[in-house]
């Protein structure tokens, strides 16, 4: 059974950063598609990054030269590093992950069937 663990998330005031986690349990991410997704209240879920199997990043436009999207395949840890932290930033942070090697650059959630639980990120 594949697990997704994010840490990381918390407060912090704008202009701040934050380094998100994304650990797996039964899960290789080698070779693997990830991504982040954010949930701000009220709204729905939105794409921020996302990473394939040949290392290649993609980020939503409003994350673009702030985010920073990495993983560590000998320990199975997706991360995601926040700098220039706005307010707009607020929300549930999540992680996903899926075997295609490859997926398209708009990061959709349906291109990804496993999820964590979230972490929350606060922006004042």
């Known amino acids: 059974h594949v697990q997704l663990v994010e840490s990381g998330g918390g407060s912090v005031q704008a202009g701040g950063s934050l380094r998100l986690s994304c650990a797996a349990s039964?899960?290789?991410?080698?070779?693997?598609?990830m991504a982040w997704f954010r949930q701000a209240p009220g709204k729905e879920r939105e794409g921020v990054a996302n990473?394939?199997?040949?290392?290649?990043?993609r980020y939503a436009h409003s994350v673009k030269g702030r985010f920073t999207v990495s993983r560590d395949t000998a320990k199975d840890t997706m991360y995601l590093q926040m700098g220039g932290l706005e307010p707009e930033d607020t929300g549930m942070y999540y992680c996903?992950?899926?075997?295609?090697?490859?997926?398209?650059?708009?990061?959709?959630?349906?291109?990804?069937?496993?999820w964590g639980q979230g972490t929350q990120v606060t922006v004042s």
């Open positions: 996903a992950a899926d075997n295609a090697y490859w997926v398209p650059p708009a990061i959709r959630e349906a291109d990804f069937s496993n």
């Open positions: 990473i394939d199997g040949h290392d290649v990043s």
């Open positions: 039964e899960y290789t991410f080698s070779g693997s598609s």
